[in-house]
């Protein structure tokens, strides 16, 4: 069964770096994928953060580019996102998801990993 | 402001059909394949519809896409209980070069 699994803290101070990390397991990330990172603040709706290519071309939103940093590790079957310099505003259920394929929808969820960003 | 324009509500009486509208430009919709997505309350969004009107395995029947220029339509028959959720569209925008939402919209089954 393939799965995807977010993780890392659930605070984090306002003008530091939030940073969260996607397992995936059953699946090989090496495969030709986009794997992406989509966002939703308490009671909004769905914001595409970024999504990286298995050969580890990214593709950004362009009102989070400059803050916005997603990787990946083939060793550890994963992919990471980092976005600095937070503020109330990132607070959000962040989600890790896939088409597990070469296309912009995403068929595959993680649970989603509430980050509130406060002092 | 979302990109994608979508009702923030929608509401019709078990068994009944109802739909939710998805309206964008040219950059958008009317370029690019369109999904949607279900999202009940607490859970992950679930995808229901990719490539305008295909179904992933195991989304029955009920749930349809349709898409027109640059408006595009998630139809919903034989409502149950269980539909009342958040329901989202998506494309890629190559104006862009960005994933977009709409905004949501919330199916309430009376």
């Known amino acids: 069964q393939v799965q995807l699994q977010e993780s890392g803290p659930g605070l984090v101070k306002p003008s530091e770096t939030l940073s969260l990390t996607c397992a995936l397991s059953?699946?090989?990330?090496?495969?030709?994928?986009?794997w992406g990172w989509i966002r939703q603040p308490p009671g909004k709706g769905l914001e595409w953060i970024g999504s990286?290519?298995?050969?580890?071309?990214?593709y950004y939103n362009p009102s989070l580019k400059s803050r916005v940093t997603i990787s990946i590790d083939t060793s550890k079957n994963q992919f990471s996102l980092k976005l600095t310099s937070v503020t109330a505003a990132d607070t959000a259920v962040y989600y890790c998801a896939s088409p597990l394929g070469i296309d912009w929808y995403f068929d595959l969820w993680g649970r989603g990993t509430l980050v509130t960003v406060s002092s | 402001q979302s990109v994608l324009t979508q009702p923030p509500s929608v509401s019709a009486a078990p068994g009944q059909k109802v739909t939710i509208s998805c309206s964008g430009s040219?950059?958008?919709?009317?370029?690019?394949?369109v999904s949607w997505y279900q999202q009940l309350p607490g859970t992950a969004p679930k995808l229901l519809i990719y490539d305008n009107n295909k179904r992933p395995s195991g989304i029955p029947d009920r749930f349809s896409g349709s898409k027109s220029g640059t408006s595009a339509t998630l139809g919903i028959t034989g409502l149950q209980t269980g539909d009342e959720a958040d329901y989202y569209c998506g494309t890629w925008d190559s104006s862009l070069s960005a994933v977009v939402f709409g905004g949501g919209t919330k199916l309430t089954v009376l």
């Open positions: 990286i290519f298995h050969s580890g071309s990214t």
């Open positions: 040219n950059s958008n919709i009317g370029n690019n394949y």
């Open positions: 059953g699946y090989s990330i090496s495969s030709a994928c986009y």
